[in-house]
Structures are given as C-alpha cells and as structure tokens.
C-alpha cells in the first residue's frame, strides 16, 4: 500500500505563487507515474499535471507555462510549483499515484490517493 500526504497549500492573492508537495510512504514510487488533481466546489475532478518515473511532464492546458511538476524519487516526494495563479486555481488539490504505468489524465486510472489540501487564490 501506498500513502500519500499532500502539503503546502493555502490562501494566496492572484499572482502570486505557492509550492505543493506530495510525500509517499509505504513503498517506493520511483517507477510510479504521479499526477496532480484538483477540485473546485460543484465541480468534478480535473486534471493538471502528471509526471512519469523517468520525470517527463505532461500539463493540462490551463494550466501550461504557469504551472511545474517535478519529483525527487530520493525523498519518494513530488511537487507542484504553481505561478501565476488567479481565481480559477482555487480548488482542492490531491496527488495520486499509478504503479508501473504512464502517466494518465483519467483519475480512475490512479490507484491511490493523498487527502486533498485546499488552495484559495483571492482576487
């Protein structure tokens, strides 16, 4: 079993930056796909990015140029580096985890999952 735990989010004025971070335990996720999601009120899950084990990137378009995702599988962790951010942003957001696989845009292909931490951008 997997267990994340996501950290850093928080209340952020536009355009201004905040850094997530996503620790596992339990097993090692280097050869893990992790992707980020998130989730604003009366929406469904979305999509923002994903990395694979050999730490290549993929980004949701709203998101591209504003948003980083890198991993340090020495400290079985990985981050979400948020710039630019506005309204839209706010959301919560969960990291997930696909074992052994590339990484998705479909959170049912996502085998675990951390708690969520909440972002609120004011405007």
């Known amino acids: 079993q997997v267990q994340l735990v996501e950290s850093g989010g928080g209340l952020v004025q536009a355009v201004g930056s905040l850094r997530l971070s996503c620790a596992a335990s339990g097993r090692t996720v280097s050869g893990y796909a992790m992707g980020w999601f998130r989730q604003a009120p009366g929406k469904e899950r979305e999509f923002v990015a994903d990395?694979?084990?050999?730490?290549?990137?993929y980004y949701a378009d709203s998101v591209k140029g504003r948003f980083t995702m890198s991993r340090d599988n020495a400290k079985n962790t990985m981050y979400l580096q948020m710039n630019s951010l506005n309204h839209e942003d706010t959301a919560v957001y969960y990291c997930?985890?696909?074992?052994?696989?590339?990484?998705?845009?479909?959170?049912?292909?996502?085998?675990?999952w951390g708690q969520g931490t909440q972002v609120t951008v004011s405007s």
């Open positions: 997930a985890a696909r074992p052994y696989a590339p990484g998705s845009v479909r959170a049912k292909e996502y085998n675990y």
């Open positions: 990395i694979t084990w050999s730490g290549g990137t």
